[in-house]
C-alpha cells in the first residue's frame, strides 16, 4: 500500500492537469494539515500555479477542486475540501476510507512505508574512533544517529553495509610500539595483557617522548616505516595495540546494541600508490609545493588563496585526504554503493565538501547514479552550555556515561518498584538508561547541540524514552485486563473509526510511512521521535474518549491497541530502543 500522501499527491496532481493542461509540470504539493479540526491533508499548488497562470489563487483552488477525484476505487475517499486562506485546499478523508486503509496497514510488513524497489546498497559510515583511544563523549551522536539511520533503512529492506572507519594507521603508531618496546616490552610479546585506559596513558607518554627526545623521534619515524613497509615484527606490535582497543570499543558496542563492521585507515593502504597514478592519469593532479594537489574552483582559504586537497605530500607521503579519496573510489566501484552516508561533527563539513567534489572531478562517482550525503551533528553539552565534560574538566569517556545513565534508570525503578526482583531490575535499568541516552539525543535536531541531562531524559512524562516505553507497557496492561483472546481478536477483525478521537488515531498510525520517507531524504532522526511521542499522545487521548473493556466496539478498539503497540516497538526499534513489558 502508498501513504496517504502519495495516494493524494497523484490525486491532485491529476486535478491540476485536467484543470490546466497548459501547466508544463502538474506535480502537486501535498502536505498534512497540522491545524486540528481544518482537514486532514493540505494542497498547497493553488498559490504557485497562480503566479504562472497570472490568476487569483482562490480562482485557481477553486478550479482544481472542481477536477478533483474524491472516490477510490469507486468508493468515496475524501469527504470534504475547502479553499481556505488565500488559495490553500484543506482535505478531509472518509472515516470508512480511513477505516479500510488501517486494515490494509495491519497486514502490511512495512506498515504503509516504500520498501526498496531493488535491492539498493547502503553505506553508512559512522562512530570512526581513533585506535588506542578511548570512546568518548564526542562519539556518541555518530554512533547513535549512525545506527539509528541504518536500521531505517535495513528495515526498508535496503542492502546496508554498516562501517567503522576507525583511525587505525600513521605516525602515532611509531611512537607507540616504539614507546611499548622500551617500557612495556611484555605487552608487545604477549606476556602481559592491558587495557585502553593503560594503552591511552602511554600514547599520551609516547606523544611527549616523541616532541621532547629527537633520537625517540627518529626511532618513531623509523618504526612506522617499518610498519608501511609490512615489517612482521612492526605488524605484530600494530594488531596487538589495534585488538586491546578493539576489545574495548566492543564493549561500548555491545552495550549500545550496535552493530557495526570495521574497516580502518589501513585497509586502503595498499590502494593509496596506485591512486596517486590513477589521478595523475586522469589529469586532475596539480604539483603545489612539491605536493600532489587537487584544486576544486570555489574552495579558498582564509587568505582567499585556492585549498588545495592534498593526494600525496611533498615527502611522498599520504594523509587522511588520500586515504579518504580511496575509501569513497572503493565504495562506489567494488561495493557498489548508490548511497554513501558519512557522519561526522560539523567541523569536517568543508573536507567532505572538497572530497565529493574531487572525487567527482576525477570521475570516481556520478552525482546522478551515486548519492552522497554528509551527516553532521551539533555538540553535546553540559549543564553549563559548554562541552559535556567531567567535574575535573576532562572530556567524558562513553562508557562512564552509560553505566551512570544505567545507574540512574535503576535508581528510579527501585523507587517505582520496591520489591522488584535485582535480577529483572538491573535488565530494566540497561535497557532503560541506555534507551533513555539515545532517544535525548534523536530527538534533539542533529543540527544543533543539545544540553545533556539524566534527569530530563528520565523524566515518565514529556517527549523521552521513558514516556514512549511506559505508553507501551500500558498497553500491554490493557490487554491483560482486557483478558481477550488476542489471537481470535486479531484473527477475524473489522475497523470502524468513529470517534473523533479513533479517527485522529488512526489517521495518526497511517502516517508512519509518510514519516519513515522523510527521514531517508532529511536523515533527521527526530521527524520519527516526534511523530511516536505525537502517537503517544493521541492513544492516550482516544483510551481516555474511548471505552475499550466491555464496549460494543471493544474488538476493534484491541486491534487499535494492538497497532498502537507495533507502531511504537517498531519505530523504537529503528531508533535503536527496545520496549520492556513492565516498569
Known sequence: ????????????????????????????????????????????????????????????????????????????????????????????????????????????????????????????????????????????????????????????????????????????????????????????????????????????????????????????????????????????????????????????????????????????????????????????????????????????????????????????????????????????????????????DAGQSLHFQLLFKAAEKAGYYDPEKVELDHVTFGLVLGPDGKKFKTRSGETEKLIDLLLSAIKHARKLLVERMPDGDPNELDELARTIGIGAVKYADLSSLRTKDYTFSYDKMLKFEGNTAVFLMYSYVRILGIKRKVNADMEQVLKDFSISLKHPSEIALGLHLLRFGEILHMVTRDLLPNRLTDYLYELAEKFNAFFRDCRVEGSEEQGPRLVLCDITARILSCGLNILGLRTVSRM
Not at 83 to 97: H, K, M, R, W, Y
Not at 195 to 204: N, S
Not at 276 to 283: A, P
Not at 291 to 320: H, T, V, W
Open 1 to 344: 500500500m502508498g501513504t496517504l500522501n502519495l495516494i493524494l499527491q497523484e490525486k491532485a496532481t491529476e486535478a491540476i492537469s485536467k484543470a490546466f493542461a497548459e501547466v508544463e509540470d502538474p506535480t502537486a504539493d501535498v502536505a498534512p494539515c497540522f491545524q486540528e479540526g481544518l482537514g486532514h491533508y493540505q494542497c498547497n499548488s493553488a498559490l504557485k500555479l497562480a503566479k504562472v497562470l497570472k490568476k487569483n489563487p482562490r480562482a485557481v483552488a477553486d478550479e482544481i477542486i472542481k477536477h478533483f477525484d474524491v472516490k477510490d476505487n469507486g468508493k468515496a475517499m475524501i469527504s470534504k475540501l475547502e479553499v481556505a486562506g488565500p488559495g490553500f485546499i484543506n482535505i478531509t478523508l472518509d472515516s470508512e476510507f480511513l477505516s479500510t486503509q488501517l486494515q490494509k496497514f495491519f497486514h502490511d510488513p512495512f506498515y504503509g512505508a516504500v520498501p526498496a524497489r531493488k535491492k539498493r546498497r547502503v553505506v553508512v559510515e559512522f562512530s570512526s574512533p581513533n585506535i588506542a583511544k578511548e570512546l568518548h563523549v564526542g562519539h556518541l551522536r555518530s554512533t547513535i544517529i549512525g545506527d539509528c539511520i541504518a536500521r531505517l533503512f535495513e528495515f526498508l529492506d535496503y542492502d546496508v553495509l554498516r562501517l567503522n572507519h576507525v583511525g587505525d594507521w600513521g605516525t602515532q603508531f611509531g611512537m607507540l610500539i616504539s614507546y611499548l618496546k622500551e617500557y612495556a616490552p611484555t605487552v608487545l610479546s604477549g606476556e602481559e595483557e592491558t587495557d585502553l585506559p593503560q594503552l591511552m596513558h602511554w600514547y599520551k607518554e609516547s606523544k611527549k617522548k616523541f616532541d621532547q627526545d629527537s633520537e625517540f623521534k627518529k626511532r618513531s619515524q623509523l618504526q612506522v616505516v617499518k610498519l608501511q613497509g609490512g615489517d612482521s615484527e612492526a605488524l605484530r606490535a600494530w594488531e596487538i595495540i589495534c585488538e586491546i582497543s578493539r576489545k574495548a570499543y566492543q564493549e561500548i558496542y555491545d552495550l549500545m546494541d550496535v552493530k557495526i563492521n570495521e574497516r580502518g585507515e589501513s585497509f586502503y593502504n595498499p590502494m593509496l600508490s596506485d591512486l596517486v597514478i590513477d589521478l595523475e592519469k586522469r589529469g586532475v593532479i596539480q604539483v603545489s609545493d612539491g605536493a600532489k594537489c587537487i584544486f576544486i574552483e570555489g574552495f579558498k582559504n582564509r587568505e582567499g588563496n585556492p585549498l588545495p586537497m592534498i593526494i600525496q605530500k611533498s615527502d611522498g607521503g599520504f594523509n587522511y585526504d588520500t586515504t579518504d579519496m580511496a575509501a569513497l573510489k572503493h565504495r562506489v566501484e567494488v561495493e557498489k554503493a548508490d548511497r554513501i552516508i558519512i557522519l561526522t
